[in-house]
């Protein structure tokens, strides 16, 4: 069973910074592309970032400049650094692990205040 264990999500004030881990095995983490999805309330889910497994990273436009996504392939682990937050970035933020199937982790509230 394939699991993507997320953490770091919490409160932050406006301008503030987050980090979210997600970590799964190495026979996933080798083979899919990983990424960050985020749904706001009565919003549809959508893309944050992702990174392939040859490290290649794309961005939502409303997070370019302002986020960061990594991996590090000793720990199996994604990370989203999000910087400069903003009320809108509101969501719970989902990992996602995709190749010709698709997975995800439990997902991780971010709350920024205004």
């Known amino acids: 069973q394939v699991q993507l264990v997320e953490s770091g999500g919490g409160l932050v004030q406006a301008g503030g910074s987050l980090r979210l881990s997600c970590a799964t095995s190495?026979?996933?983490?080798?083979?899919?592309?990983m990424g960050w999805y985020r749904q706001a309330p009565g919003k549809q889910r959508e893309l944050v970032a992702i990174?392939?497994?040859?490290?290649?990273?794309n961005y939502a436009d409303s997070v370019k400049g302002r986020f960061t996504i990594s991996r590090d392939n000793r720990k199996n682990t994604v990370y989203l650094q999000m910087s400069s937050l903003k009320p809108e970035d509101t969501a719970v933020y989902y990992c996602n692990a995709k190749r010709l199937d698709n997975y995800w982790g439990q997902g991780t509230q971010v709350t920024v205040s205004s």
């Open positions: 990174i392939t497994t040859t490290g290649s990273t």
């Open positions: 190495q026979s996933i983490f080798d083979l899919y592309t």
